[in-house]
């Protein structure tokens, strides 16, 4: 099992990033797959999720900026980020579950590497 996060880098205030979660070694669609953050100092907090029908979930945090969507016949999860801030600074990691409770980080059974993303003039 496997989950690899692409995407991070640095960019400005009020910029966009795209990253993506690439899923190996499990049966994709019938798992759920969330985004979490965490920035140095704080814990880790969610940040999106995608139900195996493909509803989503957002933290208030992100609403209305960050739009999560999937490909399950690439096995890919992707989250969109706009309107970025600095407080969206943090590294990024993908997790996947296949029971309900998705908003909680004890609920997902794999998780992958994160991607660093920073917001910063």
């Known amino acids: 099992v496997q989950l690899q996060a692409f995407g991070g880098g640095l960019v400005q205030p009020g910029g966009s990033l795209r990253v993506s979660c690439v899923a190996s070694?499990?049966?994709?669609?019938?798992?759920?797959i969330g985004w979490f953050r965490q920035a140095p100092g704080k814990e880790r907090e969610f940040v999106a999720a995608?139900?195996?029908?493909?509803?989503?979930y957002y933290a208030d945090s992100v609403k209305g900026r960050f739009t999560i969507s999937r490909d399950n016949d690439k096995s890919t999860v992707f989250l969109q980020m706009n309107s970025l801030k600095p407080e969206d600074t943090a590294v990024y990691s993908c997790?996947?579950?296949?029971?309900?409770?998705?908003?909680?980080?004890?609920?997902?059974?794999?998780w992958g590497q994160g991607t660093q993303v920073t917001v910063s003039s």
């Open positions: 997790a996947a579950t296949p029971r309900p409770g998705i908003l909680t980080p004890r609920n997902y059974d794999y």
């Open positions: 070694g499990f049966t994709f669609s019938s798992y759920a």
């Open positions: 995608i139900s195996r029908r493909g509803i989503a």
